[in-house]
């Protein structure tokens, strides 16, 4: 049975806080995907309450136009830290005894 060899404990520790860092990093990114929903949900909100106004439907479509780029870059970003935690489990496997 092959062994692995052992690792540098501080090397092991660069490798969990770079992983906690990906996973506060995707913490901020959800809530801004949040903020997104709720400009979306307060867009069809206004259009839906003030139907008659044409300010109303364009500050409405405005908000939701903007609530779906804000969702749409969120889940570009997870994504993009999804492959990265990925890579740093990888490191993090090499690193295990």
């Known amino acids: 049975m092959a062994r692995r060899k052992r ?22 990114i959800l809530s801004f995907m949040q903020t997104g929903l709720a400009f979306i949900g ?3 909100l206004i259009i839906n309450v003030f ?3 044409q300010s109303s439907v364009i500050i409405g479509t ?3 136009l903007i609530g779906f780029v ?4 969120s889940l570009r970003r997870i994504m993009l830290y999804k492959k990265k935690m ?4 990888k490191k993090l496997g090499k690193h295990r005894v």
């Not at 540098?8 to 969990?16: D, F, K, M, R, T």
């Not at 990925?86 to 489990?89: A, L, P, S, T």
């Open 7 to 28: 690792t540098n404990p501080a090397e092991e520790q660069l490798v969990l806080s770079m992983e906690r860092t990906i996973l506060s990093k995707q913490r901020t």
């Open 42 to 44: 307060v867009g069809i």
């Open 51 to 53: 139907p008659g106004s």
């Open 62 to 64: 405005a908000l939701v």
């Open 70 to 73: 804000e969702v749409l870059e």
């Open 86 to 89: 990925e890579k740093v489990k």
